[in-house]
């Protein structure tokens, strides 16, 4: 079975918080860009605590032990639990993905003959139900089948891994339809932590230079999914000018003259494309904090209370029990929509000054997810990869929030229950014609 102590040593959820600081801040410093509002000490004093009360998570987490994790023996696992994990699985992953194609296709009027802009405004308008929900849950066990397959270096035949492969890549479909390039963010960043995780990434320059010259095409691809949504309501015309100065995170963040200039007088689509990258992924990567300031500052609603970062929860709740979600007010509780407002800015809109307490509590719930996966607690590891995407993150986007996180969070979570039932051994005993349950054991 798989295990790799130096991914664990070398990706823990403390260090890879701290990366991605080093990394916002190093991008902030040389990007090409000028802020437009001032900044708030208070709303700066509030990001240093929340990093802080994550940390005391961190370090709670890390040292509590009244439920220790006793490492798992892999050579308990037979055979033929893994085989009937990876099956129902397989099983439920396939009913998602053909459950969320019916329903964004028939159902709610995506088309390929149609514009992200307009698939997203079809979407919109049908309306949200059970539905989603299950699809959006199910789907997300596509993450999970190739994870089983190299976990636990199953011999199955290329048939399942192309399969298994082919439902990790399923969700992309509707995500390039929709234009998102957040959700196919999370596809690729979870795809390399496998990679990297189950060892199938080997280390050498000329694989360096490969890997970097994927990393360049995917780039310029999203930026060419970003122009081509653009131009569906500015023309081919005006999409740069748009882009540089009327683009709704210019509200905080601006190109600096040098900048503009040298995209707007470029002769050809490529120079144009580069330029636009690197300007682009440093505005949207590094906005985020800007924006929360100016949410810190102009935040005049009720605080939710949790209803507007796990707004799918409670789209659920309000469904099961036939009550309005009043989608319309979640859509305008912040100050500016569109924008990114960094991981805090969702909780803040939910629970203030509480925010450092739901990050302490999420600090701890992290360490002992990392805990339990590092002692050989597979079921564990996929959720304890996303919220590595999490905390790098963190001074740019919330991906509980956003991108469909909940959801995969949720499938990651449902995951552990099952994988847990799976490998549980039964010892029957018979009484007349019937096996009666003596014991279930691990």
């Known amino acids: 079975m798989h295990s790799n102590p130096l ?14 600081i080093l990394v916002w ?18 709303a700066i004093l509030f990001l240093i605590l929340s990093y802080i009360a994550l940390w005391l998570g961190f370090a709670i987490g ?39 194609l019916l329903e964004v296709f028939l159902l709610r009027g995506i088309s390929f003959s149609q514009g992200a802009m307009d698939n997203r405004v079809s979407m919109e308008e049908s309306g949200y139900g059970m539905l989603s929900v299950i699809s959006a849950i199910l789907s997300s066990f596509g993450f999970l089948p190739i994870f089983i397959y190299y976990q636990f270096k199953m011999k199955k035949s290329f048939i399942w891994r192309f399969i298994a492969l082919l439902l990790f890549f399923a969700p992309t479909l509707d995500i390039l339809l929709l234009g998102s390039r957040s959700g ?11 990679a990297i995780y189950f060892r199938k990434i080997r280390i050498s320059p000329k694989r360096i230079v490969f890997i970097a010259g994927i990393a360049f095409i995917f780039l310029l691809f999203s930026t060419h999914i970003y122009v081509r949504r653009t131009v569906e309501f500015t023309g081919e015309d005006e999409v740069y000018k748009h882009i540089l100065y009327r683009s709704s995170v210019n509200f905080t963040l601006e190109p600096t003259d040098n900048m503009a200039d040298a995209l707007l007088n470029s002769k050809n689509r490529i120079e144009k494309y580069l330029y636009l990258s690197y300007f682009n992924v440093a505005q949207y990567y590094t906005h985020g904090i800007l924006e929360f300031f100016y949410l ?27 009550l309005d979600p ?37 600090g701890f719930l992290q360490m002992r997810i990392f805990k339990l996966s590092k002692q050989g607690h597979h079921e564990y590891t996929p959720l304890y990869f996303y919220f590595l995407i999490i905390d790098f993150f963190i001074p740019v986007f919330n991906f509980i929030n956003g991108a469909k996180g909940i959801y995969l969070i949720t499938s990651f979570v449902v995951f552990i229950f099952i994988y847990t039932l799976s490998m549980k051994k039964i010892i029957l005993n018979s009484v007349g014609n019937k096996n009666i349950v003596l014991k279930i054991i691990s």
């Open 296 to 322: 810190f500052d102009n935040f005049d609603n009720d605080h939710s209370l949790g209803s507007y970062t796990f707004i799918a929860y409670h789209k659920l709740f309000a469904q099961v029990f036939g």
């Open 7 to 20: 991914f664990h040593s070398s990706f823990s959820p403390l260090k890879i918080s701290v990366y991605g």
């Open 184 to 194: 196919v963010f999370v596809i690729v960043m979870m795809f390399c932590m496998y």
């Open 326 to 362: 009043n989608i319309g007010y979640y859509s305008t509780i912040q100050p500016r929509n569109g924008v990114y407002t960094s991981f805090f800015g969702p909780l803040y809109v939910d629970f203030e000054w509480g925010t450092l307490l739901f990050v302490l509590l999420f």
């Open 62 to 100: 890390k040292n509590f032990y009244l439920f220790r994790a006793v490492r798992k023996n892999d050579a308990e696992i037979q055979k033929q639990q893994v085989t009937k994990l990876f099956y129902i699985v397989v099983a439920l992953a396939i009913m998602g993905t053909a459950i969320r």
């Open 25 to 42: 801040l190093l991008l902030f410093v040389m990007a090409p860009l000028q802020t437009t509002i001032p900044v708030n000490n208070d």
